[in-house]
């Protein structure tokens, strides 16, 4: 193993090695940065769009699988790029508390595109009733936002999900996705671990070659 | 201990390949290697030898859409053989078509259908024929090498191993995903050794055999006749014994499926893959085509065949797939078919080829592995909902710039670089003949 032929493998196994152990020490924080999207957006050509303007509302209700909701994204279209802004804001769909709040000029919404709300991470936001307000009060008709949604019944809905315009409920829901940040404890990572053990003869097996390999590489 | 530094260098290369590709075995799963054993396993378990008319009667579709006999054949003998280590086999292939009846999707999406109980030892197995013909790809090489250049230029079995050992596209697409592209690529790497020493029946009917595999190797029987044959009889002759392996084993299928069988070579998913259903795929398909022509009417010229020298079946092979990579659309995977013949000539520092081998496989891999089931995605079955969690190529390059202008980008280098390799390839002299 003097040979400078195995310096390069040897450097990747170090790297290997050390990045291990920075995810081992470090995992919590790592991976409280991931982003698992709950449901993806439906299929384009069954969605219909509802214009938002003046003293319209749109809010939608949902449940997200996952807890560390901290973006929600949903597509939208414009006529034309003015001065308004758009509102939006996420409130606990059973109590009604405003948890984020956020105002946007209506010409940063990208065009048939998915734009982003990002808020402080919900970090126990699983099972729970979320609702996404979103409003336009200063825009005009003709420069209007479009929300997609979709009519449904052919498509899953989100879960829980209800689509209100004003007072009215509509049929299906936005065009939506919802996003959580992961936080993985050590502990979640060796149930893979156990998982592989569980198989006694295949751990034992696999695990004796790579020593059986490891021992063959020293002793060459 | 091994006294000689050379044969030591030469094992040590062949235990750390072969410790990188277990590494990854268990552990790593994509969609496609469950596509590649669930019809196979309608052999092992329910002795279904015609899966053509079986598919076509239980799915109700007109083609059936798998790879050649053999392949169904080889992996239905290979899973019925492992049926003793394995026996919840049928829950894992119930359980993949459960999820590709529910529309698919990445490994994550499978993983929730697959049984957790000897998940790592399934995708051990599943990978591990591969192992053998890999293994076989390397003795092949060194047996061929030595061969193929003089004392001067020839350095050692030692030499250019490593490149074998911690190949990145051979460990991705075969331990990684599961892909089963290194048996035709043994296949043919053998047709070429054979070649190379005058065994031309064999090298036609190895061909042959690879085709009955995937169909591509059916690209390298005319340049291989044409070289070979000379003259309009021997052509022919040689063009019929590379078919005979293919009417031999897909004849008998082809009457007991109503044809049903050419789905595995042309169907209409495979034509609209190639491009033939759009101006711009046509307009491909052509110049393949053309550039076909070009390089078996050449082989007839006593200057060209000079040219190529001793190395001709390795550069032909090479000129043949890196016509069809650069004309026609390419998945990541089927570069392992021209990667032997990179390798060989790569063997010698004067082709300067290696690191442009590199760029090639770096460039592919950024424009066709940009899926997030194609990046950390393939690690699912170690945490599926975490590793699906994380961000694909495009998704992270998009942080910065458009993909789509890095995928158009690495699409021209992968091009143009092959290009470039092509032409260092045909400026070489081809000595020693």
């Not at chain 2, 790879?67 to 049928?90: A, H, K, N, V, W």
């Not at chain 2, 993909?403 to 002299?429: H, P, R």
Request: aromatic letters at 18%.
């Amino acid at each position: 193993m003097q040979n400078k032929n195995f310096l390069i493998p040897l450097f990747f196994v170090l790297a290997l090695l050390i990045i291990t152990a920075i995810f081992y020490i470090k995992c919590d924080y790592i991976f409280s940065q991931l982003v698992v999207p709950d449901i993806v957006e439906w299929k384009k050509p069954s969605q219909k769009t509802s214009s938002l303007y003046g003293n319209r509302v749109v809010r939608q209700y949902f449940v997200p699988n996952f807890n560390g909701l901290f973006r929600i994204g949903f597509r939208t279209e414009y006529n034309e790029a003015s001065g308004a802004k758009i509102e939006l804001s996420l409130r606990e769909g059973d109590t009604d508390r405003e948890l984020s709040r956020e105002g946007i000029p209506l010409k940063k919404f990208p065009k048939n595109k998915m734009y982003r709300f990002s808020f402080p991470p919900q970090w126990d936001s699983a099972g729970k009733n979320y609702c996404l307000n979103i409003s336009a009060p200063q825009a005009e008709a003709e420069t209007n936002l479009k929300l997609l949604f979709d009519p449904g019944p052919f498509f899953h809905k989100m879960k829980g999900g209800k689509l209100y315009f004003g007072d009215k409920e509509l049929p299906g829901d936005l065009s939506m996705v919802s996003e959580c940040r992961v936080r993985v404890k050590r502990s979640e990572f060796f149930s893979a671990w156990h998982s592989f053990l569980s198989d006694k003869g295949f751990a034992v097996f696999y695990i004796g070659i790579m020593i059986i390999g490891l021992t063959v590489l020293i002793f060459l | 201990m091994l006294k000689d530094t050379k044969t030591k260098i030469f094992f040590s290369w062949i235990v750390i390949g072969l410790l990188c590709r277990l590494i990854f075995m268990p552990f790593t799963l994509h969609p496609d290697m469950l596509h590649i054993s669930y019809h196979p396993s309608f052999l092992a378990l329910k002795g279904v030898w015609n899966i053509y008319n079986y598919h076509a009667d239980f799915f109700k579709e007109r083609y059936c859409h798998y790879y050649p006999p053999l392949t169904y054949l080889f992996f239905g003998s290979y899973l019925y053989l492992i049926r003793p280590f394995l026996p919840e086999m049928d829950n894992f292939m119930d359980g993949f078509r459960k999820v590709a009846d529910n529309g698919g999707g990445h490994s994550g999406h499978y993983l929730k259908g697959l049984p957790g109980d000897r998940l790592f030892r399934f995708l051990f197995l599943m990978k591990l024929p591969y192992l053998f013909f890999d293994l076989g790809l390397l003795c092949l090489l060194v047996k061929f090498i030595p061969r193929l250049y003089s004392a001067q230029e020839y350095f050692g079995r030692q030499k250019g191993v490593g490149w074998w050992a911690l190949n990145p596209l051979l460990i991705y697409i075969c331990y990684i995903c599961g892909q089963f592209d290194i048996i035709p690529a043994f296949f043919i790497t053998l047709a070429a050794y054979l070649a190379f020493k005058q065994k031309n029946i064999l090298a036609m009917i190895f061909l042959g055999v690879g085709a009955v595999f995937k169909a591509f190797p059916l690209f390298l029987i005319f340049p291989f006749s044409f070289y070979l044959g000379k003259d309009i009889k021997r052509i022919i002759k040689y063009i019929i014994i590379g078919f005979l392996p293919v009417l031999i084993i897909v004849g008998p299928y082809y009457f007991l499926s109503s044809g049903k069988v050419m789905g595995a070579f042309f169907s209409e998913r495979i034509s609209g893959r190639l491009g033939f259903t759009s101006t711009g795929g046509i307009i491909r398909s052509s110049i393949f085509i053309l550039g076909y022509l070009v390089l078996c009417l050449s082989l007839l010229k006593e200057s060209v065949r000079d040219k190529l020298g001793k190395l001709w079946p390795v550069k032909v092979s090479f000129f043949t797939l890196a016509l069809l990579f650069i004309t026609l659309p390419i998945s990541f995977h089927y570069f392992l078919w021209i990667t032997p013949f990179i390798l060989i000539l790569g063997y010698n520092s004067r082709f300067r080829i290696m690191n442009l081998y590199l760029l090639v496989i770096f460039s592919l891999a950024l424009f066709t592995l940009a899926g997030k089931g194609m990046w950390f995605g393939v690690f699912s079955p170690i945490y599926p909902e975490f590793f699906i969690g994380l961000p694909g190529l495009d998704e992270i390059i998009n942080q910065f710039l458009p993909y789509v202008i890095v995928k158009n980008t690495a699409s021209l280098i992968f091009i143009g670089t092959l290009a470039w390799i092509s032409v260092l390839v045909l400026k070489e002299k081809g000595d020693a003949k």
